[in-house]
């Protein structure tokens, strides 16, 4: 599905996928339209300037709505803030020495966290401890009252950042109860490129230590743990059950069977020829001549180097042959979904692959452009496929009737009234309102509505 750049594939998907924000409140519709048409196609300058113009002009309003004490307004513009600033900085990384790609994420980090302090206490954050660091999440709550909930253990992939995960799965978490913890590990986000923690393939021992720190809140249902991995976080979320045994069950978001095969399909056949010759001088110069009229190849060879820590493009792919499910996909012990995106640009066939390799219980869902779904981790269209993960999760940890008792206890008028919070916010962000006057109580589904 392309809903602007028709000849630059990389751009159309990029844009989609932050479009598809807006089901949640993470973007809007005439904002990103009108940022479209600005924007020259395959140029990554043009495409950094005109997005940071947007999550300029929108943190300025989200400023000053605080200011006046307008909090709701507020909270709204810093989170489409925070993904306009995310997207400026997404082509940023052919060269790691820029100074944007620091403060840009930056940018959006501190818009974020700017709006989850108005939230309320039911978006934390947290800091997961790892090897001698930490690292950072947030832990989104169903409501403030320490009741123990099903609780899904959520991160992203290749490219992904913290802040974007509430779109892709939390907000769709807390809806229907579930709390969900969100995470950056190596590779990705703030630990990259604040820490330079490069990626590792045995993700098993990054989420070990989030599994122990959730076991250690009063607000965990222990016994009722999932955990879901996006794009190639599908590979690491296929990994991680295969050796951590304390989850009933798993979302591979979407199914990746082998990354360096995956990845192989996505150069040239000159280079893949090359490449299996041992030639990686040949090799890498056909891959850069190729980057240089293809924005998809440009990106994901100058961000695999990166994120990898590595310093050539045949160090990258030789990196990517531990990714792989061969022989570990039998280890795997608790019930399986696995989502496929019909026009997948990154993995396709990849979640056939490990659909048949595991030797549990398991599902696979295919979704497809009449849905609007077929992009890489039917992006454009979260609704549909929170309906199917959570469905799925609700029917398999056999929770669906403990859910609709919930949702009817919790408000007399029949809707599933999940939480009342008070805003949290600090006295200066009282400004505009008389003194002594309360804080409007908000709703989670004030807080995730679609607009």
Same mark, same amino acid.
């Given at each position: 599905?392309?809903?602007?750049?028709?000849?630059?594939?990389?751009?159309?998907?990029?844009?989609? /996928?932050?479009?598809?924000?807006?089901?949640?409140?993470?973007? !809007?519709?005439?904002?990103?339209?009108?940022?479209?048409?600005?924007?020259?196609?395959?140029?990554?300058?043009?495409?950094?300037?005109?997005? !940071?113009?947007?999550? %300029?002009?929108?943190?300025?309003?989200?400023?000053?709505?605080?200011?006046?004490?307008?909090?709701?307004?507020?909270?709204?513009?810093?989170? /489409?803030?925070?993904?306009?600033?995310?997207?400026?900085?997404?082509?940023?990384?052919?060269?790691?020495? &820029?100074?944007?790609?620091?403060?840009?994420? %930056?940018?959006?980090?501190?818009?974020?966290?700017?709006?989850? /302090?108005?939230?309320?206490?039911?978006?934390?954050?947290?800091?997961?401890?790892?090897?001698?660091?930490?690292?950072?999440?947030?832990?989104?709550?169903? &409501?403030?009252?320490?009741?123990?909930?099903?609780?899904?253990?959520?991160?992203?992939?290749?490219?992904?950042?913290?802040?974007?995960?509430?779109?892709?799965?939390?907000?769709?978490?807390?809806?229907?109860?579930?709390?969900?913890?969100?995470? &950056?590990?190596?590779?990705?986000?703030?630990?990259?490129?604040?820490?330079?923690?490069?990626?590792?393939?045995?993700?098993?021992?990054?989420?070990?230590?989030?599994?122990?720190?959730?076991?250690? %809140?009063?607000?965990?249902?222990?016994?009722?743990?999932?955990?879901?991995?996006?794009?190639?976080?599908?590979?690491?979320?296929?990994?991680?059950?295969?050796?951590?045994?304390?989850? %009933?069950?798993?979302?591979?978001?979407?199914?990746?069977? !082998?990354?360096?095969?995956?990845?192989?399909?996505?150069?040239?056949?000159?280079?893949?020829?090359?490449?299996?010759?041992?030639?990686?001088?040949?090799?890498?110069?056909?891959?850069? =001549?190729?980057?240089?009229?293809?924005?998809?190849?440009?990106?994901?060879?100058?961000?695999?180097?990166?994120?990898?820590?590595?310093?050539?493009?045949?160090?990258?792919?030789?990196?990517?042959?531990?990714?792989?499910?061969?022989?570990?996909?039998?280890?795997?012990?608790?019930?399986?979904?696995?989502?496929?995106?019909?026009?997948?640009?990154?993995?396709?066939?990849?979640?056939?692959?490990?659909?048949?390799?595991?030797?549990?219980?398991?599902?696979?869902?295919?979704?497809?452009?009449?849905?609007?779904?077929?992009?890489?981790?039917?992006?454009?269209?979260?609704?549909? =496929?929170?309906?199917?993960?959570?469905?799925?999760?609700?029917?398999?940890?056999?929770?669906?009737?403990?859910? =609709?008792? &919930?949702?009817?206890?919790?408000?007399?008028?029949? =809707?599933?009234?999940?939480?009342?919070?008070?805003?949290?916010?600090?006295?200066?962000?009282?400004?505009?309102?008389?003194?002594?006057?309360?804080?409007?109580?908000?709703?989670?589904?004030?807080?995730?509505?679609?607009?």
């Amino acid at each position: 599905m392309k809903v602007a750049f028709p000849n630059d594939g990389s751009f159309a998907f990029e844009f989609v /996928r932050n479009l598809g924000f807006m089901y949640y409140g993470g973007s !809007d519709l005439g904002e990103m339209i009108a940022t479209a048409g600005l924007i020259k196609e395959g140029v990554e300058e043009s495409w950094f300037t005109e997005w !940071d113009k947007l999550a %300029r002009r929108i943190l300025s309003r989200a400023d000053a709505s605080s200011a006046a004490g307008h909090l709701v307004s507020a909270r709204e513009a810093y989170l /489409r803030a925070s993904t306009y600033f995310r997207t400026a900085e997404f082509y940023l990384h052919g060269n790691p020495a &820029d100074p944007r790609i620091l403060s840009t994420s %930056r940018a959006s980090q501190k818009a974020y966290a700017e709006a989850a /302090r108005l939230t309320g206490p039911t978006w934390e954050p947290v800091q997961i401890p790892y090897e001698g660091t930490t690292l950072p999440g947030y832990f989104y709550k169903v &409501d403030n009252s320490g009741k123990p909930r099903p609780t899904l253990i959520f991160f992203g992939g290749f490219d992904s950042s913290l802040e974007e995960l509430f779109y892709m799965g939390a907000a769709g978490a807390v809806r229907r109860g579930y709390n969900c913890l969100t995470f &950056d590990g190596p590779g990705q986000g703030a630990p990259l490129r604040e820490q330079k923690l490069p990626f590792r393939y045995d993700w098993e021992k990054v989420v070990t230590p989030a599994v122990d720190y959730v076991f250690t %809140r009063p607000d965990v249902d222990a016994d009722n743990l999932a955990l879901q991995g996006m794009s190639l976080g599908g590979f690491w979320c296929a990994r991680t059950v295969a050796f951590e045994h304390r989850f %009933r069950a798993a979302v591979f978001f979407d199914g990746v069977y !082998d990354v360096y095969q995956a990845f192989r399909g996505l150069l040239p056949k000159e280079a893949i020829a090359a490449l299996d010759a041992g030639d990686s001088v040949t090799f890498e110069e056909i891959v850069f =001549k190729s980057m240089q009229n293809n924005t998809a190849l440009r990106w994901m060879v100058a961000n695999g180097v990166w994120a990898s820590g590595v310093s050539s493009v045949i160090d990258f792919m030789t990196k990517t042959k531990q990714y792989t499910m061969e022989g570990i996909a039998g280890q795997i012990q608790c019930p399986c979904l696995v989502l496929q995106a019909d026009a997948d640009i990154f993995f396709l066939s990849q979640p056939q692959q490990i659909y048949d390799a595991l030797q549990v219980p398991k599902k696979l869902v295919a979704f497809h452009a009449e849905d609007g779904a077929e992009n890489h981790c039917q992006s454009g269209e979260l609704s549909y =496929k929170d309906q199917v993960v959570f469905d799925w999760l609700d029917e398999t940890l056999n929770l669906h009737n403990g859910r =609709k008792v &919930d949702a009817q206890n919790q408000s007399s008028s029949g =809707k599933a009234r999940q939480e009342v919070a008070l805003l949290d916010v600090a006295e200066p962000a009282r400004r505009g309102r008389p003194a002594g006057a309360p804080i409007r109580e908000l709703h989670l589904s004030d807080l995730t509505s679609p607009k």
